[in-house]
């Protein structure tokens, strides 16, 4: 009860300040609608003489001050809000942590601490125990055509492009590093080693300048991150996230079917509730799982219940698969030709 108790202190400080924060913001945006309403008056009602302009910039300069100070002080108090909002959260860790019964076994931090330990690397430009980790999941990364192996290769050497002509032949021994991603990057490859020829006068002087800007390291932290979580089978955004961002692209289409539907009065098209008249494209990186809808089960396909393609060209689920197979045969229900059930191979969209 103790540890509730704390909790509910944290939480009604929290309930307190906002009581606080309505009642000041309203009393001061209060008074500077009074004022700006009593100003306007007054220059309605006795007009503005050409003597009178000095006057009235300095009165609605002081006005213009007022409001400007009101904003960046409510400004102000609702980020300290913000603070007392995550004190209750750590309230909650703290005192309630026990209760949880939760136990996560250090097999399954190990991944995200070493994960953390080289994002903390490369915020520092230290890209060894990164490059350590891209070779050693290799194949992993390149099942998702992932740059990043490459894009750290590119990286150390232009670190070593930095070191100036002291660090040329170094540079040129590591460059065989790119040998395996010639075919994908040539371009790239060429770039990097056509900078090689200002190196003596400074690569900042030179048509490859643009190989050192710094938020190269931006943007290879977020491409390991990105990554790495899809590795791990996780999201790099929150599903909050995700979803905001989601809706924000598909209302607009949304807004202009309703707007079609409504005109053509034909609002009977749109019976189902749970589905969308029309699809609605999100882009790639809003996939996360197949798209398939079995024609014979009328299911959505899943890891569990994947897409299997027949002989004949057809596809349909496993579990409808499973379900026609008879006597050790599959017909197809799509056309006459009989098969074995094991031919059947799953496929990916």
């Known amino acids: 009860m103790e540890q509730c108790a704390c909790v509910e202190r944290e939480l009604e400080k929290v309930l307190h300040r906002f009581v606080t924060y309505g009642h000041q913001s309203?009393?001061?945006?209060?008074?500077?609608?009074?004022?700006?309403?009593?100003?306007?008056?007054?220059?309605?009602?006795?007009?503005?003489?050409?003597?009178?302009?000095?006057?009235?910039?300095?009165t609605m300069a002081q006005c213009c001050k007022e409001i400007k100070e009101t904003v960046q002080m409510l400004a102000s108090r609702h980020k300290d809000i913000h603070g007392s909002v995550s004190k209750v959260g750590k309230a909650?860790?703290?005192?309630?942590?026990?209760?949880?019964?939760?136990?996560?076994?250090?097999?399954?931090?190990?991944?995200?601490?070493?994960?953390?330990?080289?994002?903390?690397?490369?915020?520092?430009?230290?890209?060894?125990?990164?490059?350590?980790?891209?070779v050693t999941n290799r194949q992993r990364l390149l099942d998702l055509n992932s740059t990043l192996e490459f894009k750290l290769h590119r990286l150390y050497f232009i670190s070593l492009l930095n070191g100036g002509i002291g660090k040329q032949q170094e540079a040129l021994q590591y460059a065989r590093h790119f040998q395996p991603f010639a075919s994908q990057h040539q371009r790239?490859?060429?770039?990097?080693?056509?900078?090689?020829?200002?190196?003596?006068?400074?690569?900042?002087?030179?048509?490859?300048?643009?190989?050192?800007?710094t938020d190269q390291w931006a943007e290879i932290c977020n491409i390991f991150t990105r990554d790495a979580c899809s590795l791990l089978?996780?999201?790099?955004?929150?599903?909050?996230?995700?979803?905001?961002?989601?809706?924000?692209?598909?209302?607009?289409?949304?807004?202009?079917?309703?707007?079609?539907?409504?005109?053509?009065?034909?609002?009977?098209?749109?019976?189902?509730?749970?589905?969308?008249?029309?699809?609605?494209?999100?882009?790639?990186?809003?996939?996360?799982?197949?798209?398939?809808?079995c024609p014979i089960l009328r299911q959505q396909t899943s890891?569990?219940?994947?897409?299997?393609?027949?002989?004949?060209?057809?596809?349909?689920?496993?579990?409808?698969?499973?379900?026609?197979?008879?006597?050790?045969?599959?017909?197809?229900?799509?056309?006459?030709?009989?098969?074995?059930p094991s031919d059947a191979k799953q496929i990916f969209f």
């Open 303 to 340: 890891e569990s219940n994947p897409p299997m393609k027949l002989i004949c060209g057809h596809v349909i689920s496993r579990d409808a698969l499973n379900k026609l197979t008879n006597a050790g045969k599959l017909k197809c229900p799509y056309c006459p030709m009989e098969q074995n």
């Open 92 to 134: 909650i860790d703290r005192d309630l942590s026990q209760e949880s019964g939760v136990v996560i076994d250090m097999s399954m931090k190990q991944p995200f601490l070493e994960l953390n330990r080289i994002l903390e690397a490369l915020r520092t430009q230290d890209l060894r125990p990164a490059l350590e980790w891209a």
């Open 233 to 293: 089978g996780l999201s790099v955004e929150s599903p909050l996230s995700v979803s905001f961002a989601s809706g924000c692209m598909a209302l607009p289409v949304l807004m202009n079917i309703k707007q079609v539907i409504e005109q053509r009065q034909c609002s009977g098209v749109w019976t189902h509730k749970d589905e969308l008249p029309i699809e609605i494209e999100l882009g790639k990186k809003c996939w996360y799982h197949s798209v398939f809808a």
């Open 26 to 58: 309203e009393e001061r945006l209060d008074d500077l609608l009074r004022n700006v309403c009593e100003l306007r008056s007054r220059l309605v009602a006795y007009g503005v003489q050409d003597a009178d302009l000095s006057v009235l910039h300095q």
């Open 188 to 213: 790239d490859i060429q770039i990097l080693m056509g900078s090689l020829v200002y190196l003596r006068h400074g690569i900042e002087n030179s048509p490859y300048r643009s190989l050192l800007e």
